[in-house]
């Protein structure tokens, strides 16, 4: 299926929100096309509900994660 991805909005890809980067990196695409995509279906739809979708997407996706840090052991003998 999707190996494991998850869908939130991009922090690296982000030009407003990042939604359509997140989207990309959920399909595999590049973020340029993701957005020439959204584009043409804003305008097609007469831009309105374009904007709509992407104020909701921006509210309900997850911001990205940050990389997660090991734990550092203790030293011991510190001192």
Known sequence: MNNGKRLWRSDDEKMIAGVCG????????????????????SICSAAFPGFIAYLVLWFVMPRQLPPAIPAQSPTSGAG
């Open 22 to 41: 997140g989207i990309a990196e959920f399909l595999g695409w590049t973020p340029l096309s993701v957005r020439v995509l959204y584009v043409l279906i």
